[in-house]
C-alpha cells in the first residue's frame, strides 16, 4: 500500500492551493482517507478525514469552512482544496489511509500508511 501527495508549493495568504494523494491497491481505495499536517518541531495534527464508502467528512476546527476534502474511490484519489490560506496553514501535509471503509476517527495511530507529505508555504 502506497500512498503520492503532491500539490504543495508556496502562495500568499488569502490564496488557495488543492492537495493530491494517489493511493495503490484496488482494496484501498475504499479506505478512509485522511489529511494531516506537521509544522517543524511540533506535532503532526489532524486536518480532514473522509470514509470510502458514503464519503461523510470531518475537520478539524482551525479548517472548518476553509477546507474541502474529497474523493474519487475509482481514481484512487483524494484532495485537499485549501482556500482562504493563512501564515498559520504553513506546513508539511501529509496524507494517511485507515483498514475502515466508514470511520472517521481522526488520532494519528488510527492511520497506517502514510505518504510522504507535500510542503505548503503560505506567505503574509
Known amino acids: 500500500v502506497q500512498l503520492q501527495a503532491s500539490g504543495g508549493g508556496l502562495v500568499q495568504a488569502g490564496g488557495s492551493l488543492k492537495l493530491s494523494c494517489v493511493g495503490s491497491?484496488?482494496?484501498?481505495?475504499?479506505?478512509?482517507k485522511a489529511w494531516f499536517r506537521q509544522l517543524r518541531g511540533k506535532e503532526r495534527e489532524f486536518v480532514a478525514v473522509?470514509?470510502?464508502?458514503?464519503?461523510?467528512?470531518d475537520y478539524a476546527d482551525s479548517v472548518k469552512g476553509r477546507f474541502t476534502i474529497s474523493r474519487d474511490n475509482a481514481e484512487n484519489t483524494v484532495w485537499l482544496q485549501m482556500n482562504s490560506l493563512k501564515p498559520e496553514d504553513t506546513a508539511v501535509y501529509y496524507c494517511?489511509?485507515?483498514?475502515?471503509?466508514?470511520?472517521?476517527?481522526?488520532?494519528?495511530?488510527?492511520?497506517?500508511?502514510w505518504g510522504q507529505g507535500t510542503l505548503v508555504t503560505v506567505s503574509s
Open positions: 494517511a489511509a485507515q483498514n475502515s471503509w466508514s470511520s472517521l476517527r481522526r488520532t494519528r495511530e488510527d492511520f497506517g500508511s
Open positions: 491497491g484496488r482494496t484501498f481505495s475504499m479506505y478512509t
Open positions: 473522509i470514509s470510502g464508502h458514503e464519503r461523510n467528512a
